[in-house]
């Protein structure tokens, strides 16, 4: 099965989910909070906030690379849906990182007095990274018992890029990635306070641009703006939660990837193929 036709598969199965939950009369429904199972105690705490570090890369095969430690800002909200027949949820998740010491290894672009690109000569520098990513989601949980609940979720999310390497003939650079995230997570409790979760998610590039202020390099000089229309993205992670004093604490370490292929052509021109991975480790509380 073709990857177009998996996604639009998922996306018809939460589709009939969600508005299967929305003819039942309420007379037909218990209320999250009533219900039993796994779901039934997640849901009582709907916020996550989270800090952490990130293992960052960025690859254009052949043309340059960069590297470092990001530090990571989270916060998350899901709103449970009181009219489902089964345990659904409506989520908004937003992070920030960013680090200003990371390692660039590449070249410095040269411009003639007209503005026109010359040559590159090899250049190491410090180079500055934030990364701010949201998506939305809704999610059903399929599997709910005592101790176990497996969701399944889909939604759209932005992935962004900033960065700007240092010298004086470098330039600020801003991609921006729109994708479908589809995704599952489960959900183990293993005795009274300790619960094990595990998560994959699958992001279906939809468009992407690479932004180039190049009137940093060359005084006047007007943006370029590439169009990236292909790529692909994916995400794993495993964590834990165990209860303290009321609050679950959290720590979920993860690894995601984005593939992206090279961009149209503007003037003399490209963005090439590139490739970021993230490896990153959180600790947090859910309330």
Do not use: C
């Not at 039993?36 to 989270?50: I, R, V």
């Not at 979920?252 to 992206?260: F, K, L, N, P």
Request: a positive charge; proline letters at 3%.
């Amino acid at each position: 099965m073709s990857l177009q036709r998996w996604s639009l598969l998922v996306s018809l199965t939460l589709l009939s989910s969600f508005a299967g939950a929305q003819v039942k009369t309420r007379t037909q429904l218990r209320p999250p909070q009533a219900r039993t199972g796994l779901a039934a105690e997640l849901a009582a705490k709907p916020w996550a906030l989270t800090t952490g570090l990130i293992n960052y890369h960025y690859d254009e095969p052949g043309v340059m690379k960069i590297g470092g430690t990001l530090v990571e800002l989270a916060g998350i909200y899901r709103h449970h849906l009181q009219s489902s027949v089964r345990p659904s949820y409506l989520m908004a998740d937003l992070r920030y990182a960013t680090s200003s010491s990371n390692s660039y290894d590449g070249g410095i672009m040269h411009f003639d007095k007209d503005g026109d690109y010359t040559h590159t000569t090899p250049n190491s520098a410090k180079s500055k990274d934030a990364i701010v990513e949201f998506k939305g989601v809704y999610g059903s949980t399929l599997i709910n018992t005592a101790t176990h609940a497996l969701d399944l979720y889909g939604g759209l999310g932005r992935w962004q890029l900033n960065n700007k390497v240092d010298g004086s003939t470098a330039y600020r650079r801003e991609a921006v990635y729109l994708y479908l995230p589809v995704g599952v997570t489960s959900a183990r409790k293993v005795g009274s306070t300790f619960v094990w979760t595990m998560g994959a998610e699958l992001d279906i590039y939809l468009n992407g641009s690479t932004t180039s202020k190049m009137g940093d390099a060359v005084k006047g000089a007007s943006d370029i703006v590439h169009n990236q229309p292909s790529g692909s993205g994916y995400s794993v992670r495993t964590g834990s939660e165990f209860q303290v004093a009321g609050i679950s604490m959290t720590s979920s370490i993860y690894y995601q990837v984005w593939d992206i292929e090279t961009s149209d052509v503007v003037g003399k021109f490209i963005e090439p193929k590139n490739r970021t991975t993230m490896l990153g480790l959180n600790l947090g509380a859910r309330f």
